[in-house]
C-alpha cells in the first residue's frame, strides 16, 4: 500500500486536521465512528494524538470510538498511563497488523518487528484499557513456513488475547517479484527455497492448523476481508469447531461450501 513513489508518508499539520473535523461537524453527517487515516497515525508523538483526540470531542460530541492502526514499536515512546489518558479521550481500539508470530517470517518481509515485540505491545494496549484488533495474513510465509507461520502465529494470539482478530489472504497487487526477492535472503544461516503464493488448498490447510491451535478465550474472529476465498465468522473458543468444520468441509468437499471467485476478492 505505501510503496507509491508519489504516496510519501508524512503527518498532516494540527490546523488541517482541525479543518477536516470541522467540515465534517458542519455536513450533518451522522458521525460515531472514526478512524485517524491513513498510515499509522500512532507514530505520533502522544501530545499530538491528545490534542487530535480534544479536538474531535470539541466538534464531534456525538463519537463513541476513534480507532487507529498501530505499530507495536510506536508505542515504546508511550507509556500505559498516556495510552489509558488516550482510551478516555475516545482512542478505543487499534488494528495491529501482526501478520505473523514467526520471527523468520516477520523478518524477511521487513516488518520490523518480532513475536516479542508483539506481545509487549498487545499487552500494553490491555493495560491501558484499549481493545486491540489483529491482523494476520493466510500464506504470508509461501509453502515452506506455512506449518510455523499458522503455529507461531497461533502462539501469539494465545499469549496476547485479542479483542479481535482477522486473517486475510496475502495479496499481490503489485506482483510478487519484490516479495520473492525477500524470500531469497538469509535468515539464521540459511535460505529457503523460492517462494510462492499458496494454492487454496494449501491455504486452507494453514487455516486450520492456525484455528485448531488457537485457545483463545473471548475473540471476535472474522476471515471476511475482500481477499479471503473461504468466509469465516465467529467468537473464539465458542466457535471453534464450527469453524475448524466449515475449513475442513473446504477441504475435503471442495463445492459444497461456497467460496469467493477470483473475480470477488480484492485488497
Ligand atoms: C493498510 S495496512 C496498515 C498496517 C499498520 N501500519 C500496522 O503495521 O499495524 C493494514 C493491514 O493490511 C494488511 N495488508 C497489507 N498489505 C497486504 C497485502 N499485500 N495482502 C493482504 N493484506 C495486506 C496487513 O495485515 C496490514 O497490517
Known sequence: MYTDENKKFRPKKIADIEKEIVTIAQSGLPTGRVFLAD??????????????LELIQLHLPQVTRVSSYCLPRN????????????????????????????????ALINKGETYQSSVVALNKIKQAGMKSSVMILNGLGGPE???QHALNSAKLMNETQPNFLSTLVVSFPMGEQRFAEQFAKEFDGRTRQPFRQLEQHELFTE????????????????????????????????????????????????GVIPLRQEWQRGL
Open 39 to 52: 498510515g499509522d497515525a500512532m507514530m505520533l508523538p502522544f501530545k499530538r494524538l491528545k490534542e487530535i
Open 75 to 106: 508505542l515504546t515512546n508511550k507509556t500505559v498511563e498516556q495510552l489509558a489518558e488516550l482510551q478516555v479521550l475516545g482512542l478505543k481500539l487499534v488494528y495491529v497488523g501482526c501478520e505473523s508470530g514467526d520471527d523468520e517470517v516477520l
Open 145 to 147: 513456513l506455512s506449518k
Open 207 to 254: 487455516m486450520e492448523v492456525l484455528l485448531s491451535n488457537l485457545e483463545l478465550t473471548k475473540t471476535v474472529f472474522r476471515s471476511d476481508h475482500a481477499s479471503n476465498y473461504l468466509v469465516l465468522k465467529g467468537t473464539l473458543g465458542k466457535d471453534k469447531q464450527i469453524l475448524l468444520s466449515q475449513v475442513q468441509m473446504a477441504l475435503q468437499q471442495p
